[in-house]
C-alpha cells in the first residue's frame, strides 16, 4: 500500500527517468529549486493545482503521482507476488516500479486478476465435473456408447468372416450406436451452454431457492416489519412441492430471526458495535447462529456492513444453502474446504469458532469466518439433536478486528484445484500442480 507522505519520491522518481533537472522543473512549475527539493524528499505537502501543474510538466496524470492513488495498483502488485512466490520478485521495490512504469504495472496487475479469474472458473468446472449428476450422466451415456461403437467397429475390422446377416446386425447396430451418439453429444454441448448462461434454470430445490435468493442479496423486505408476509404465502413462488416445502422452511428461519433481531435496532447496535456477531449476539441475547443467519440477511452498506458470504451444512457437512461472496471460493457442488471453520464447528457443537482465511493459491484477499454448529427446535431426553452448522464469511477489515492481524488458513474451493500440496486436510491429487499429469 502507498505509504503517507510519498508523493515526493513519485515526482522524483518520474523526474530522473525522464532526465529532467530539478532546476528545470522547478522553474516549469513556478517554485524555486529548494522548496522543489523539499517537496521530493516528502519534507511538503503538495496537491491541487501545484500538483497538476508538476504531473503536466512530466507528462504524467495526477492520480500517478497523487498521494494513496496507486493504493489498489498497489495491492494488486503485492497480491500477485503473494500468489507466485517462486518468481522472487523484488517486492520491496513495488512501489518505484509502480511511479517509473505505471503502464508495465497495471499490465502485471490486470494479468494477475485474469489469472485468478481463470483459475476461480477451473474451480467451478472442476467442481462441477465431480459432482453434477446432470453432468456425470451425459458423460457416462457419451463414454458408454463410444465403447459400443468402438466393439462393434473392432469385429467389423476383424479377420474373421462374417456371415451377411450378422454384417447387417452389426452395422445397424454401428448406426444407431453414432446416432445416439451424436444425440448425446449435442445434448452434453446444450447443457453446458445453458450452464455458462446467466439465466440458468436451476434443477434442484437448493438451487431453486438460492436463484430466488441471490438476486435480493438474501435479504427478504417481505418477512420483515409489524405486518410480515407468511411464508407459505411466498414459497408459492416456487414450482416443485419439494421447493416449495424448502423455500418455506427458509422463509419460517427468516421470520424467526427478524422478530427476534428487528431490523431497525439491529443497524442501529451494527452501527455502533460494528460487524462483530459474538458482541452482537450478546447484546440481543440470541444464539450465534442466529445472528449470523441473521447478518448474512441484511443488505450490504446497512449501518456499514460490508459484503456477507454465508455457507450452511448439515452434520454430514453436506451444504444446504450457500450465499456466495466476491473472491471467496464456495463449490456449488459437494462439500467446501475441510479447513473451513464451518466443519470444526460440526465437532464442537454450540462452542463458536472463528479463523482468518485467504483463498490458496488465488487473489490473496483475506477474509474472517465465524462458525457455530447448534440444534435444529427444541432439545429432548429421548432423542439425539438434528445438528446443522453456519458460518459467516466477511471481508477482514472490520475496523478493530483489522488491527489483531490474526495468521490467515489458506483455504480452496476442493481439492482437485487447490496448489497448496503440503495441505494435510488433502483428499486427491490437484489439477494445477501436474499430479494427475
Known sequence: MAQPGRVGTRIRARRLDLGIKQVALAEAV????????LIEHNRRPVGGARLRAIADAL????FALAEGAEADLLAELHAACAAEPAAEAELAEAERFAARFPGWARLVAAQARRAAALERDVALLTDRMGHDPHLSEALH???STVTAVRSTSAILAGPEEIAPEWQRRFHRNLYEDSQRLAEGARALVSYLEAEASA???????QEELEAWLDPRGHHVPELEGESPSAPEALAVAFSAPASRALAEAHFRRYRAAAERLPFAPLAEALGRIGPDPGALADRFGVPPGMMLWRLACLPEGTAGLPATGLVACDASGTPILRKPIAGFPMPRYGAGCPLWPLYRAISRPQQPVAGALVPAGGWPERFEAFAVCEPLGTPRFDAEPVLQAVMLVLPEHNGARAEQARPAEPVGAGCRVCPRAACPARREPSLTDGALA
Request: no cysteine; glycine share 10%.
Open 30 to 37: 513556478g517554485v524555486s529549486p529548494a522548496y522543489l527539493n
Open 59 to 62: 507528462g504524467t496524470e495526477v
Open 141 to 143: 451415456d457419451v463414454l
Open 199 to 205: 439465466e440458468r434454470t436451476p434443477t434442484t430445490p
